[in-house]
């Protein structure tokens, strides 16, 4: 029997369940949470600081965190961290009920969503190849179904939600998120419990860190994997820093329309998620992914000389349906081929390197709009996503993506490399 033909098991069904209800709930805490801010200060800066604590857990502690999530039953840390994130957010929306809400608290509130989000994330990334076998079609369903409820949930109902349960009080958007918490997170103690992935070490936990970034920089198709995000964030960060300014001045379109902007890409992502089984079926993984760098690349290049709204929308739904098949085709493929003992190492080292970069694009960005046009920073994203296609295709060509699907199984193998553990054995120079 094909895994076309098997379903997916019960279990997927109810963490579906809890990270879309999560999803909804981030989705208005995070077009809640600068509203919050905006109601107590208009100083850019300070709502900058409010914004960046939210991602300096990856930046500080993202390789830490993945090896702590491999020493940890991965279901316990889902449950856990939902339930601490839900206690967490009854700390601002009291503030918010007293008038004692500030920036610092605000701060701090997003900068520990943040580290609960990094230890969850990596913890069901971990926790889904298990659940699935490590069967890589089961694996791109999955990943296909978790992203298009991410999508429509955080990038579609979630921020008008967020808007509209501000205006009936500061605390209710934030007491609203803290329930979608504690649901996801009594589904997650529902699920089925997994084996440890590997005895317990007594290596630090640093040299375990360690052990698994050096798994990421010495296997060519794990970081060409990790190199596509961590090159698009820079593109993509370029591109967002100046957005709303090419929409306005260079397109005529005003708020409502950048909205409406907006939700055009989210709508592209929505799509390429559900084709990007069928694309790795069709094209081979490895093509697949060579094939949507090229799509994103073009795609903001059509931006950048669109000469109407309409264009506009369009490329950014096809650079939006781009980048929605790589988030569901990378995943499955790192979750396919990656050791269960090294998963969660591996995929924060992967996310850390992207949220490393992402201020080099913003700063990139607005750099080149001031020093020559609002256009170049678009053009100069497309001319890095198209170089950064020819030198990905060949480190994740469906020839190597073969081969190291054909190693991973079965994984664990007495002859399979990845059964050695890579704490072992020394990576001079990486960390």
Not at 32 to 44: E, G, K, M, N, V
Not at 97 to 119: E, N
Not at 139 to 165: I, K, Y
Request: proline fraction near 6%.
């Amino acid at each position: 029997m094909t895994s076309d033909a098997r379903e997916l098991p019960t279990g997927f069904g109810r963490l579906w369940t809890a990270q879309t209800i999560s999803s909804l709930g981030d989705g208005v805490t995070h077009a809640a949470l600068p509203l919050l801010a905006l109601t107590l200060t208009r100083d850019p800066m300070a709502l900058a600081v409010v914004t960046a604590a939210g991602t300096l857990p990856w930046l500080l502690f993202g390789v830490l965190g993945g090896a702590l999530v491999d020493r940890w039953d991965r279901r316990h840390t889902m449950w856990v961290s939902d339930t601490a994130r839900a206690v967490l957010l009854g700390i601002p929306a009291a503030a918010a009920m007293v008038d004692v809400l500030s920036i610092p608290l605000l701060a701090a509130v997003a900068f520990l969503l943040g580290l609960g989000g990094l230890f969850f994330d990596t913890a069901a990334t971990a926790y889904l190849p298990d659940l699935l076998r490590r069967d890589p079609e089961l694996l791109e369903r999955a990943n296909s179904r978790l992203r298009g409820a991410q999508t429509a949930m955080s990038g579609f109902a979630g921020p008008p939600a967020g808007s509209a349960l501000l205006a009936l009080g500061r605390a209710v958007p934030l007491l609203t998120d803290a329930v979608s918490f504690l649901l996801s997170a009594l589904l997650v103690r529902t699920l089925p419990a997994m084996p440890r992935p590997g005895p317990q070490v007594r290596e630090s936990l640093l040299r375990q860190a360690r052990a698994g970034a050096s798994y990421v920089f010495r296997d060519r198709v794990l970081l060409g994997l990790a190199l596509r995000p961590a090159v698009g964030n820079i593109a993509f960060l370029a591109v967002e820093t100046v957005l709303a300014l090419f929409a306005h001045d260079r397109l005529g379109i005003d708020t409502y329309g950048f909205g409406l902007l907006l939700t055009a890409e989210a709508t592209g992502g929505l799509l390429g998620a559900g084709i990007a089984s069928y694309l790795g079926r069709r094209l081979g993984t490895g093509t697949a992914l060579t094939c949507t760098a090229a799509v994103e690349g073009l795609a903001i290049l059509g931006l950048a000389a669109a000469p109407n709204p309409y264009v506009a929308g369009l490329a950014l739904a096809v650079c939006g349906a781009g980048m929605g098949a790589t988030m569901v085709l990378a995943p499955s493929l790192r979750q396919a081929i990656v050791p269960a003992h090294l998963m969660g190492r591996v995929a924060s080292t992967s996310r850390m390197l992207a949220m490393c970069v992402a201020p080099i694009g913003a700063l990139l960005g607005g750099w080149l709009a001031t020093t020559y046009d609002v256009r170049t920073p678009l053009y100069a994203a497309a001319g890095v996503l198209l170089a950064m296609t020819a030198v990905t295709a060949s480190m994740t060509s469906n020839r190597r993506v073969e081969a190291a699907l054909r190693a991973a199984a079965p994984v664990g193998g007495p002859d399979h490399p990845a059964s050695k553990d890579p704490a072992q054995e020394s990576a001079p120079g990486l960390l």
